[in-house]
């Protein structure tokens, strides 16, 4: 668990279709000037099935939640490249998940994350970690670490015995007390309570 010092000058948006909330530590202390940032991204997730995610559905419950919600282009891999670039598909240039111009390939040939969310805040001063899926195709170069993420935590398969990224590093993930989701939250809780002691920024996107 996270103590609750560890999210002061919090913000967390929460995305998957449906919903989008904001929340920060519960307190009614205004929003610092460079809060801490984390980003969790949610795939192929409709509202109905959050009645099944009790803790997920609590992160939006004690945030602000929206009744609209747009989407750029309902298709993984250019729906990622818009999160990290900010951009229309027809601007980023993602516009499939696999083929011969797979989401990750195209991405990275184009020079696309020379400038990414990690990069530009990275720039201002903020620490940046990345955990979980990046892009469609991505295994392919699985020891390569897209630029401006100081923590690089991608994971290559699914749920039991995978394989991950680890700042470059491939490790390997066995057995039950492994299960992929809770190696995940383990880790940004790692960032969050390493990083929370002190007064430099960090952007976590999960």
Known sequence: MIRRGAWRRCVAFFALPGAVAACDSGTTEPIPQRPNLILILT?????????????????????????????????????????????????????????????FDRFRDLGRESSTIATWLKSAGYRTAFLRKYMNGYPDFASHVPQGWSEWFAVLDKYFDYRVNDNGRIVEYHGTDNYETDVIASKAAEFMRRWAADETPFFIYI
């Open 43 to 103: 795939d192929d997730l409709d509202w109905k099935s959050m009645s099944y995610l009790p803790r997920l559905q609590r992160l939006a419950d004690d945030g602000a939640t929206f009744q609209n919600f747009f989407v750029t282009t309902p298709v993984c891999a250019p729906s990622r490249a818009t999160m990290l670039r900010g951009q229309f598909a027809h601007n980023h240039g993602v516009f499939v998940n696999g083929g011969d111009v797979r989401g």
